[in-house]
């Protein structure tokens, strides 16, 4: 191994009082982490700083990877060290000619992005992502669903979330089933002036996906009703999302109350629900998120299910300006004209006269 000739150096020149420059570091941090030496390469990290030195690239990526090896001890240092590395990032033009050196900092970017994304720092972990296709470097599957899904835990359903998910398909990776509804959710919203919601027909495909990747079925139960019972909690408030905005905007479907079917179990004594109605943590999840929207009315007095009534979807549409078109009229004409002309002629056939049959056959 390489690691101790490295460290030897390191010794050789405390002792001979020469202070070593932040170049010297370089190396030596590298070859501790690939030696799965992680510890002392953190070490090093912390000597710099202790020397007044600021470490380059090449020494934050080899110390977050080693702080990410490390586990629960170091990990909360991995946001710092990655907003630290972006700034350096930021003031560094040129790039890196090794290529073994682009492959370790890509993936400390990558790792740095997963950690930043699940601490919630939105703005830091798109910058990272930014400076990673800025010097030609591709961030992994996991970070792209990483910073793609905080941003959807976050409610931030945009073009650019989506040109996370867009990257994922386009270099033949997997989206995780957070991303994959993200990605419904933005389809839905996106409808065109007549309300046809064209990108809707980009649905579909998706949740086909989740059924064959997750189980089948997965959530849809009917037009106007969705399990949510196995679902993840971020994945089902999406779910819910998808539901609401399907039914609202297009105004050539008819308008019904929603079912959510949160399923669970007794939680009271004798096998009642609590106090204030909800048998189950999901039900109450659902039911505080759908309030948070607005739908204040929603009603959890069936066991297992929040639904939302037709009244507060009605109120939803008009708010969003969305109001029956003349399709939609002439449509629900046709139908009721084609319903009357079946009646008569039942009824028709029911009572016409029919002469009796005088031949005695």
Known sequence: AAWPVGLAIFDLMHSADVQPEIVNYRQPVRLCYKANQWELAVRLLLETREMSFTPDEIVYSSAISACRKLGTDYESWVPQLVQELAQVLSATAADIGDEVLDEDMQESLSAGICAVSLSGDLTLAVQLVELMRARGMQPSEEALNAVGGAMAKAGVIDDRMMSFYHELRSRLLQPNELMLHAAMLYYVTHCDEAGSATLWREAPPLYAETNKRWGTPRWIRSTYAANVT???????????????????????????????????????????????????????????????????????????????PKTQLVQARELLGISDTRQRRQYLKNKKLKSARWTNVKIAQEFTYRSPDMTGD
């Open 230 to 308: 196995d679902l993840e909690p971020e994945v089902a408030k999406l779910v819910v999302q998808i539901m609401l905005q399907e039914t609202i905007r297009k105004p050539m479907k008819p308008l019904r109350d929603l079912q959510f079917y949160t399923g669970g179990g007794p939680t009271g004594e004798g096998g009642m629900p609590d106090e204030e109605g909800f048998d189950s943590d999901c039900k109450r999840e659902i039911y505080n998120f759908v309030f948070g929207l607005g739908f204040t009315r929603a009603e959890i007095f069936c066991p297992g299910e929040v639904n939302i």
